[in-house]
């Protein structure tokens, strides 16, 4: 049967549009991974992104910067920034991504890692007094989601509960445990007064 000429001339339509899409669809995909991937596949060190303050209610005004204060007698550096916030205070993620493990130290008490999307910076959130519910290991998380809570687990005081945060460069092996500590208190909006 042969199909009326206004129908072919639809079809006709619908089909350039068609491929009109997919062409933008594919266009957008090669552009997805952003400027950061391109960057560091052309091997440059790339910058972990502004993220958000990870303790409810805190501004970043009140931050102060404790990267490079030494624990116990000078063994070791801190390497993280102590956020100081009264117990049960929800905690948030940092930025999207993926929760990747869900660990019980003696330092770090109840602790929590997550991975940016991008895979190069690992996120660690530790002393939490307990995780949100439902939150598991594998799980993709979104920018501000609740993920804990402030507590004092782990070798902190008890009667000074904070949120130990740190940043980790990640090596190529993706290693939860392993990567360059990198001082969160500007990327948190931090300012040296
Ligand atoms: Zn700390």
Excluded at 33 to 45: E, F, H, N, R, S
Aim: charged share 20%.
């Amino acid at each position: 049967m042969r199909e009326p000429h206004g129908a072919r001339q639809r079809g006709r339509l619908g089909r350039a549009a068609r491929r009109l899409a997919a062409v933008v669809v594919v266009a957008c995909f090669i552009a997805a991974p952003g400027p950061a991937a391109a960057l560091q596949a052309a091997g440059a060190v790339v910058e972990p992104p502004a993220l958000l303050l990870p303790v409810q209610g805190k501004l970043a005004s009140e931050l102060s910067d404790t990267f490079a204060d030494t624990r116990d007698a000078r063994q070791r550096g801190h390497e993280a920034i102590d956020i100081l916030a009264p117990r049960g205070t929800p905690v948030l993620a940092v930025d999207d991504g993926r929760i990747v493990k869900l660990f019980l130290s003696k330092p770090g008490g109840i602790t929590l890692y997550h991975f940016d999307p991008t895979g190069q910076f690992a996120y660690y959130y530790a002393h939490l007094d307990r995780y949100a519910d439902g939150v598991a290991e594998g799980q993709t998380v979104r920018r501000g989601a609740v993920i804990g809570y402030v507590g004092a687990t782990g070798n902190a005081s008890a009667d000074a509960p904070h949120l130990h945060f740190a940043i980790f460069r990640l090596g190529p092996e993706k290693q939860w445990w392993k990567g360059e500590p990198i001082n969160p208190f500007g990327y948190l909006g931090g300012r040296k007064p």
